[in-house]
Structure formats: structure tokens, C-alpha cells
């Protein structure tokens, strides 16, 4: 699809207004991400791509909650996790996801007074019950002497924060790709070029390229090459240009094209290393042409 500066900055500012309400539930969040990835790998403008770098954070939110909204203890509520009532004033907590932080979770708890009565209910954790799987909860009231506090059922509530990643910074970066390089063959150049002597690791011989003008003009030149191998490696540089492209069928064809016009009777000679793997030489596998 092709889109205008203006639609793409309003697609932009759309999808970014969904992240910031997706911030707190993981992977609503991930999804959210991903569509708007998948947006961006769409926009096709002027045949530049472009791409979303998100920098990540995590923060803490509460994710599992609950407890009890009746003095009696009844009237369960929870949310992620499941609550159950043990006894008088026992319940337990159970996530219904196992805490990634294992038991290094704070847990927050509050708990409901009668204004009248003012029992004083206190709401804490049972010692030894805290796992990465949940924990169990007392809820207690003095006995007004020297004895243990007594159970007793009253509201309370709890919440533990849980980890997710919410988005600190998105930048749209534009992608310009390289077009894939394309072979533009000249005339043929029969009676004008010939090749002496074309080696390219046959019999274990390094690249050796010869392009001679037969005639008494100066002419431009190209010659083509078509090998199993990718790179000719350590050519020396001279008066030319070389464009590799592969054909997909396990060969590769190099195109060398002359920036200087080869004189009269004149030859430029194109030397490298040792091709893996082996082309056929001979100059029958040379196509020489007049750019």
C-alpha cells in the first residue's frame, strides 16, 4: 500500500494511543506491538520500508487481587488468582499464574472496621505459607488479654504487583533497501574483442581475465564471466567496474565493465586469487560485448 506523509502520521498517533492503553496487561500489550509493527512493514512510500524501534521498560502493576467483601467472610472476590475461605478468619490465595519473581513479591493487604464495634481486625500473611504460587491470609482481633488473637472473619483485600513491559520510547525509522543488482549486456562484440588465455581456478589457477581489442579503434568494452562461485577474491583494482548477481541456480554471472575506453590493438589484463569453487576456463566461457 502507498500512503501519504498525512495518513501515516495519523496511523502513527492511532496506534500508538492503543499502546498507551495496552500498558498494563503483557500480552495485550505484545499484540498491540506486533499490529503496529505489522502496519509499519506495510507503508510502501516512494519504495522506502520502514520499521519500529521500540525501547522497553518494566514496570510493576497489580495483577492479582481479591478478597472478601462480607464480615462474615462471604461474598469471595478475585481476580487472577482464586480465593477460598479455610476456616474463621483463614483463606487462602492461590495465582492462577506462578509469580516470576518467585517469592520476592510484595504483597498489600487492607481490611474493613465496624465504626460501631471497632474490633481493630488486623489482615496479615500466615509465616511459612508464601510461595511463587500464592500465600495464606489470617484475619485476627485482640483477645484482649494475654492469649493468642482470635480468628474472626471481616473484609479485606489484597493486591500483588506483577512485572510487564510497557513501551518508554518508539521511533518510526525509515528502511531505504539496495535494489538487487541487474546485468545490462551490450552489443555482442564479435570481430571487435577477444579473450586470451581466461582462467578461474581450472587446473588450480588464480583469476586471470584478458580482454584485446583486435581493431584500430578504441572501443568500450564488457565482459561477462557465468561461475559457481559467489566472489573473485583478491582482484586488483583497475579502469572497471564489476557487478555480481546470482542466478539461483548455484552459479553466479560477474559482468566487468571497462570506465575507460580500451585503445587500438590494446589489452587490459584482470587479475585475482584462486575462485572456490572452480569455474571451467578456456575463453569460450567469456561473453565479451560493446557496452
Known amino acids: 500500500m502507498i500512503y501519504t506523509l498525512g495518513q501515516l502520521t495519523a496511523c502513527v498517533k492511532e496506534y500508538c494511543a492503543k499502546l498507551m492503553d495496552l500498558m498494563s496487561a503483557d500480552q495485550e500489550l505484545q499484540n498491540g506491538i506486533d499490529g503496529l509493527q505489522a502496519q509499519i512493514d506495510d507503508l510502501n512510500l516512494g519504495g522506502a520500508g520502514y520499521t519500529l524501534d521500540l525501547t ?6 497489580e495483577q492479582v487481587a481479591g478478597g472478601a467483601l462480607n464480615v462474615n467472610g462471604t461474598q469471595l472476590w478475585e481476580r487472577n488468582s482464586t480465593v477460598t475461605r479455610l476456616g474463621e478468619g483463614r483463606y487462602r490465595v492461590v495465582f492462577n499464574t506462578v509469580h516470576p519473581d ?11 472496621e465496624d465504626i460501631v464495634n471497632r474490633d481493630n481486625p488486623k489482615v496479615t500473611v500466615v509465616e511459612g505459607t508464601k510461595t511463587a504460587s500464592g500465600f495464606d491470609i489470617m484475619v485476627t482481633v485482640d483477645d484482649n488479654g494475654t492469649g493468642a488473637d482470635i480468628f474472626e472473619d471481616n473484609p479485606w483485600t489484597f493486591g500483588v504487583r506483577w512485572p510487564c513491559q510497557v513501551v518508554e520510547n518508539a521511533v518510526l525509522i525509515e528502511v531505504v533497501e539496495e535494489p538487487e543488482p541487474t546485468i545490462e549486456l551490450g552489443a555482442p562484440a564479435n570481430g571487435v574483442l577477444e579473450s586470451d588465455n581466461f582462467q578461474d581456478g581450472n587446473g588450480n589457477a588464480p583469476f586471470n581475465l584478458q580482454v584485446r581489442n583486435t581493431t584500430n579503434t578504441d ?3 564488457q565482459a ?3 561461475g559457481p562461485y559467489a566472489t573473485i577474491p583478491g582482484l586488483v583494482p583497475g579502469p572497471y567496474t564489476l557487478t555480481t548477481v546470482d542466478n539461483g541456480d548455484g552459479t553466479f554471472t560477474h559482468s566487468f565493465v571497462g570506465t575507460t575506453l580500451l585503445g587500438d590493438f590494446d589489452n587490459i589484463v584482470i587479475t585475482g586469487g584462486l575462485p572456490v569453487p572452480a569455474g571451467a576456463g578456456g575463453a569460450a566461457n567469456v561473453d565479451l560485448y560493446i557496452p
Not at 522497553?56 to 502493576?61: A, F, W
Not at 518467585?102 to 474493613?112: A, L, T
Request: aromatic content about 14%; overall charge neutral; cysteine-free.
Open 56 to 61: 522497553m521498560k518494566t514496570i510493576y502493576e
Open 102 to 112: 518467585g517469592v520476592e513479591y510484595h504483597i498489600s493487604v487492607s481490611g474493613r
Open 219 to 221: 572501443t568500450t568494452w
Open 224 to 226: 561477462v564471466v557465468v
